[in-house]
């Protein structure tokens, strides 16, 4: 079956893309708004979509629509395509793949991509410790396998979360999960033994990180017990709860605490992971080494795929058998994630994203200091946002943001909102993006600021 007509007018993806912000219609166009006519019709109210056009290519810093539009990407399909979308060497690792093998069950016939990728994991993962890996489909599915580990390890049955926490949709997930709407609201019950305490939010709490963290431990000592905790489950850098940097010591003295009553830290790095935050994991910029590590989102420059990696001592806990799944660590999608893992460590990903971040923090500041609703600019590498406010209160404004966004969507430039409040826009841009056409995507947000 042909899904658009005149499949010819459309571009090839890549990096060869035009790199250009150009509207031939107003958003959506016909051919987008006839495709979301049939989703409406075909596909469940639930999977709901911010931008409406319907993608047809894209690549470098852009996202072709199907009637022509070239929109400036400032979300990565959130943190997904972080080397560029249809990166050269990823599309063609999995085209090659595909033409060898599609899938055995790696629990059936084991093949050598997904040894490969997990030895990849192993090596650039912080901590110079004896590591193994896992590999699943989705970061809801590398937490919830994390969980297990460390359960089965420990032989508890806690686990900590934190406020503003996002770990993923699925049931024991949800239950990490802070945040009811849109995550929860409706879908209980939840996973028992799951426990939320405070975390650090330097903007909203005013604590330093150890004091914040005395706060969190003091809860946990007093309401859970060590010796009945399993993990505590954290962002180094919150994601969907707004891109929340914990104030400098908080993670360390959760770690330090966690390692001396053998509970088993779990950095969740779906989203920050693999260059994204200016370096490799944003552990490194903590000085934090979890014991587990949970990856996804960017590890495979657009494949579905997700890992879990620590401590061979803890990883090796679960028995054979206990851990796996029909197409985790397809080899499709570990063609890809070699190849892209090969460009975030050889085509200078990590200096690139300190690059991008700071083109974001110098506008965005320069924003801040002229706008008062910008009530905070935070972030690490091409991990940054933008938090709204009532000037007046400092109450979040959750209203103005989604203007913002919607204003700076309308003319072309895809930007993501975030945080418990609705109050934040996050930027996370293509590290195969161009400084001009980076700036460009900034200034419409600007403008956009500005006529809301
Ligand atoms: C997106 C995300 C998840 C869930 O990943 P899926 O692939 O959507 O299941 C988990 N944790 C964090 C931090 C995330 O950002």
Request: proline share 6%; net charge negative; charged share 20%.
């Amino acid at each position: 079956m042909t899904l658009i007509d005149e499949t010819s007018t459309i571009p090839a993806g890549g990096p060869t893309l035009p790199q250009e912000r150009r509207l031939v219609t107003e958003l959506p166009g016909p051919r987008s708004a006839a495709i979301l006519a049939r989703k409406a019709d075909a596909v469940a109210a639930g999977v709901g979509h911010t931008v409406p056009v319907a993608a047809v290519a894209a690549g470098g810093g852009v996202v072709v629509d199907a009637d022509g539009n070239s929109l400036i990407d400032l979300g990565s399909g959130i943190a997904v395509t972080t080397v560029g979308n249809a990166h050269p060497a990823v599309a063609q690792a999995i085209a090659a793949q595909a033409a060898q093998l599609t899938h055995t069950c790696f629990m059936i016939s084991p093949y050598e991509s997904y040894v490969a990728v997990a030895e990849a994991l192993n090596r650039i993962t912080p901590g110079d410790f004896a590591k193994k890996s896992a590999l699943f489909n989705s970061g809801a599915e590398a937490v919830e396998n994390a969980v297990k580990i460390a359960r089965k390890h420990t032989g508890r049955q806690a686990v900590v979360a934190f406020d503003h926490g996002y770990h993923g949709r699925t049931n024991l997930t949800m239950a990490l999960t802070a945040k009811s709407m849109p995550y929860k609201s409706g879908f209980g019950p939840f996973a028992p033994e799951v426990y939320r305490v405070p975390g650090s939010y330097p903007f909203r709490d005013g604590l330093t990180g150890p004091e914040a963290a005395k706060r969190a431990i003091t809860l946990v000592e007093k309401q859970i017990g060590a010796d009945n905790l399993a993990a505590v489950i954290i962002e180094p850098i919150q994601g969907e709860g707004g891109f929340i940097v914990p104030a400098d010591g908080f993670l360390n003295t959760v770690v330090d605490w966690c390692r001396a009553h053998g509970v088993v830290f779990i950095a969740d790095e779906v989203q920050t992971g693999f260059a994204r935050t200016g370096a490799m994991f944003a552990s490194e910029t903590f000085g934090i080494e979890p014991d587990l590590i949970t990856t996804a989102k960017g590890i495979a420059g657009g494949m579905p795929l997700a890992a879990v990696t620590g401590r061979a001592e803890i990883m090796d806990s679960a028995h054979a058998g206990g851990l796996g799944g029909t197409y985790g660590g397809n080899p499709v999608a570990c063609a890809a994630a070699l190849a892209a893992i090969d460009a975030f460590e050889n085509e200078g990903m990590v200096e690139r994203a300190q690059q991008v971040g700071a083109i974001l923090v110098e506008r965005l500041t320069a924003l801040k200091e002229k706008d008062p609703r910008v009530g905070d600019v935070r972030g690490h590498g091409a991990m940054i946002a933008a938090e709204f406010v009532d000037p007046e209160t400092g109450e979040p404004d959750a209203a103005l943001t989604a203007a913002v966004a919607k204003a700076a969507i309308a003319q072309g430039v895809i930007v993501l909102t975030c945080g418990t409040f609705g109050n934040v826009i996050r930027f996370l841009p293509p590290l195969a993006i161009g400084d001009d056409l980076l700036r460009e995507g900034l200034d419409v947000v600007a403008d956009a600021l500005a006529g809301a």
